[in-house]
């Protein structure tokens, strides 16, 4: 065999980070190390895997086909070195997570799993459905859940469970208690709006897509939280998961408004990379996922503890 691990990890990182410093930074190599790697790599080959555009390093077609074949190789390394620990094969495990599932599901989750693998390593991105999608393309992360729809070519989706958004408002809005609203009148109302690229803000936008009037977006935040206290502070109207409304509506601090002109519903979605191998950290944590929505009709449903 003519390359190293070693070799194929720096390879992967370059590739992902697109930047020999940020690479040996992540590997916690000296740059000078890191770029002798690629290098030694590439000259045993007689072959060139990226190219560099500008200040960045993009894979060229070659590098592009050997990604998820380094990737796959390097997880099932791991698993090796991990059942030879005595770890059971479990490893390390990077998911992502969009808004709403990585606040309220993804950490009990995590918690869950490394309860029931002590030896297991997981890390948390908390991201908009776009940038999940990207990290997952670009192998940056081994699992992505999602709110959002994803129709790339080079990702698996499988459903997980239905998810539905609500408008909602404060109890003291002009419009909170009404039993009807036109979907016009919504419109006219300011809105507290997740920003471009999240799931929760497509799904919205593709529910209103018959009218021609257009949402009054008054401000956009990035967290579900966020747009829950503004709109308890009385700015404007919102639309988020009912799963993260379910307490707010239990407290009585937020109320929904009726919305029968708008289908609001979504699924859930666990995304992977259409190369990547499923380790059995990855497989197990599916499992456990379908086990804590065994049963759950919608989301909201999902038995959670409440929050205060």
Not at 65 to 74: R, S
Not at 102 to 113: Q, V
Not at 128 to 143: A, C, K, M, P
Not at 229 to 254: K, N
Request: aromatic share 6%.
């Amino acid at each position: 065999m003519h390359y190293t691990l070693r070799q194929l990890e720096v390879f992967v990182a370059v590739a992902q980070h697109e930047s020999v410093s940020q690479a040996a930074r992540a590997l916690a190599m000296s740059q000078s190390a890191t770029s002798t790697a690629l290098a030694e790599l590439e000259r045993q080959f007689d072959c060139q895997l990226l190219d560099r555009i500008g200040k960045r390093l993009k894979l060229n077609a070659l590098g592009f086909q050997l990604l998820p074949k380094a990737v796959a190789l390097l997880d099932r390394a791991e698993e090796v070195e991990e059942l030879l620990r005595g770890q059971q094969g479990v490893g390390a495990l990077e998911v992502g997570a969009t808004l709403t599932i990585g606040n309220y599901l993804a950490t009990l989750l995590i918690s869950d799993f490394m309860q029931r693998y002590p030896g297991s390593r997981v890390r948390l991105a908390v991201r908009n459905t776009r940038h999940i999608i990207e990290s997952v393309r670009q192998h940056s992360l081994d699992l992505g859940l999602i709110e959002g729809q994803c129709d790339d070519d080079m990702i698996i989706s499988q459903p997980w469970v239905e998810d539905e958004l609500c408008v909602f408002c404060s109890p003291r809005h002009p419009l909170a208690g009404r039993e009807h609203l036109e979907l016009e009148q919504l419109l006219r109302e300011d809105w507290i709006m997740r920003e471009e690229g999240s799931g929760t803000r497509m799904t919205l936008e593709h529910a209103a897509r018959h009218r021609r009037s257009r949402f009054n977006t008054l401000l956009e935040l990035e967290h579900t939280e966020g747009i829950k206290r503004a709109v308890e502070s009385g700015l404007g109207i919102g639309c988020v998961s009912r799963l993260a409304l379910r307490d707010a509506f239990r407290r009585g601090s937020l109320v929904p408004l009726p919305t029968p002109e708008l289908d609001l519903k979504r699924q859930f979605t666990f995304i992977w990379h259409r190369h990547k191998y499923l380790t059995t950290g990855v497989r197990e944590f599916l499992r456990l996922c379908r086990e804590m929505t065994a049963g759950a009709k919608r989301s909201d449903d999902i038995p959670l503890p409440p929050i205060p």
